[in-house]
């Protein structure tokens, strides 16, 4: 990547640290609160570990990171030569992370662009990604923020949850939390749509809505080029399985990125979470 223009994001990106470290990408992580321990996202928590804890009805809690944390970011990347900064984060409608970048960046020393992308988990990842190697190709910070918001206009996120109750709990479900009470009884599919979590469809049982989320990422995908990401928590035979039969069935796929949801996505979600993210190239 260029020197002059440093990528900045949270740990929502799960992007893996051979990425992070290959494009040069700083993360600011978010925080877990189990009980009354604070644990950062990354480093202090695993999402195996939120799961046990969800499970056994423990409190569970996230926390963004503040001004505090993005200022020393920032001020590390202009030591380190940046001239300018892109700074991309989740959606704003599901964390202050963004408006705590904003903050920070009134003060940084060199000029930041801070990006509420609407998106989370890769759809944030990828969107990541599309800025980090807009710059390493010389591109300047607004080139790579542009390259960023072109990608996330094309991304598409499905996810599959055994129940809406974790989401209810934090408040994440947005427009289907009106149709919480009806879809209790069924298996909810939703999907990211500017910034927020809907209610796609509901299916009877578990099994037609794992079928029926992998019809809609075959359908999304088409016979474009895409790349796809599979998500869980605490899931992997079927996120395996998923992901196995994406390979088969997207003709154009170019990229097949599986992984464990970090920790806050998995406070929010709850175990059982199965999320596909189609990204076109």
Do not use: W
């Amino acid at each position: 990547m260029s020197p002059h223009v440093a990528i900045v994001t949270d740990s929502t990106a799960y992007l893996g640290q051979d990425a992070l470290t290959r494009h040069r990408i700083s993360v600011v992580p978010l925080t877990v609160v189990i009980g009354d321990e604070a644990l950062e996202e990354g480093t202090e928590i695993s999402a195996p570990a939120v799961a046990r804890a969800l499970r056994q009805r423990d409190p569970v809690t996230t926390s963004r990171p503040g001004p505090a944390e993005f200022d020393s970011v920032y001020k590390a990347a202009a030591a380190a030569g940046a001239d300018s900064i892109v700074s991309l984060h989740l959606s704003a409608d599901f964390s202050g992370t963004y408006d705590a970048a904003t903050v920070a960046a009134k003060d940084a020393p060199v000029p930041v662009l801070v990006v509420d992308t609407g998106m989370v988990a890769m759809a944030l990842g990828f969107t990541v990604l599309a800025a980090a190697l807009a710059a390493e190709s010389g591109g300047t910070a607004e080139e790579a923020v542009a390259a960023a918001e072109r990608r996330a206009a094309e991304m598409s996120a499905y996810f599959y949850v055994d129940t809406l109750d974790y989401l209810r709990r934090g408040g994440r479900i947005g427009a289907a939390q009106a149709l919480f009470g009806s879809a209790l009884a069924m298996k909810p599919l939703l999907q990211l749509a500017d910034g927020r979590i809907e209610l796609l469809e509901k299916v009877r049982t578990a099994s037609k809505a794992i079928t029926r989320l992998e019809e809609i990422a075959v359908e999304r995908a088409g016979t474009r080029r895409v790349a796809l990401a599979v998500h869980h928590l605490a899931s992997a035979d079927r996120a395996a399985a998923l992901a196995d039969r994406l390979r088969e069935r997207v003709p154009g796929l170019d990229e097949l990125v599986v992984s464990e949801v970090g920790a806050v996505i998995g406070a929010h979600a709850g175990p059982g979470l199965l999320g596909v993210v189609v990204s076109p190239l």
